[in-house]
Antibody, heavy 125, light 107 residues
């Protein structure tokens, strides 16, 4: 059974870079046709998709975050990572990683079926 | 980007009642790209429905999805105590966006 776990600093200073890692266990990050996504949720608010990566190549970013965002994968460690630069208080949120499945050949999206527990990141000096 | 608007914001119902949640898109979305999630307080979202109407693994049949184009619906036929939660729709197509959520609370 695939499980995801987010890790990283819980406190980041304004203007610095937020860095998080998602470790995948119970399966290989590079097997199958899965994408791997990051999503965030400010306290008491809704979900915002941040971006996704396909280990064989391809990253896709939320246009509103693209200029500050880098998502990468380390298949040797079965991990994928998020870096968000120049953070402000508006980036304070619970950050989730999730397994994301779409079959572009068939033109079908199967959704995010496995989620991490989430990690809270606060941007404050 | 496609904006998803969910209504109502809050739905107050009693166990056993039927819940009907709406998700309206700012432009047409393929039904193959429309998904629903459930989120309980302090928990990660859980996938309920994909392809607008297909239940994910392990989801009870009291949950059903329907719709096409710009109007989609999640129906819970008879609310169980564990169904009181927030529900989100999400589209994949023009980027990837979530609706603002509908909270189903106990009346």
């Amino acid at each position: 059974q695939v499980q995801l776990r987010e890790s990283g600093p819980g406190l980041v200073k304004p203007s610095q870079t937020l860095s998080l890692t998602c470790t995948v266990s119970g399966g290989s990050i590079s097997s199958g046709t899965y994408y791997w996504s990051w999503i965030r949720q400010p306290a008491g608010k809704g979900l915002e998709w941040i971006g996704r990566i396909y280990p064989s190549g391809g990253t896709y970013y939320n246009p509103s975050l693209r200029s500050r965002l880098t998502i990468s994968v380390d298949t040797s460690k079965n991990q994928f990572s998020l870096k968000l630069s120049s953070v402000t208080a508006a980036d304070t949120a619970v950050y989730y990683c999730a397994r994301d499945f779409s079959n572009n050949g068939l033109g079908y999206y199967f959704g995010m079926d496995v989620w991490g527990q989430g990690t809270t990141v606060t941007v404050s000096s | 980007d496609i904006v998803l608007t969910q209504s109502p914001g809050t739905l107050s119902l009693s166990p056993g009642e039927r819940a009907t949640l709406s998700c309206r898109a700012s432009q047409s979305v393929s039904s193959r790209y429309l998904v629903w999630y459930q989120q309980k307080p302090g928990q990660s979202p859980r996938l309920l429905i994909y392809g607008a109407s297909s239940r994910a693994t392990g989801i009870p049949d009291r949950f059903s999805g329907s719709g096409s184009g710009t109007d989609f619906t999640l129906t819970i036929s008879r609310l169980e105590p564990e169904d009181f939660a927030v529900y989100y729709c999400q589209q994949y197509g023009s980027s990837l966006t979530f609706g603002g959520g509908t909270k189903v609370e106990i009346k």
